[in-house]
């Protein structure tokens, strides 16, 4: 599995318990949650094709 870009996120504390129900809801770590929706977000703007895997990120 390629290695995943780290980085810090910032969010308002009703966001973030909002995202943590959702994540249990879920059976996910809100972390999945975030890395699920985002990638959902992304697809369906049209930056990635549907069934294309998001490309690991490239470390700056």
Known sequence: MAEKKKFL???DNT???AL???ASDDLRSINAQIEFLLTDAVRKSGRIKQNEP???A???
């Open 9 to 11: 996120l910032r969010l």
């Open 15 to 17: 966001v973030y318990d």
């Open 20 to 22: 943590e129900k959702w």
């Open 54 to 56: 998001p490309t690991p």
């Open 58 to 60: 490239k470390e700056s």
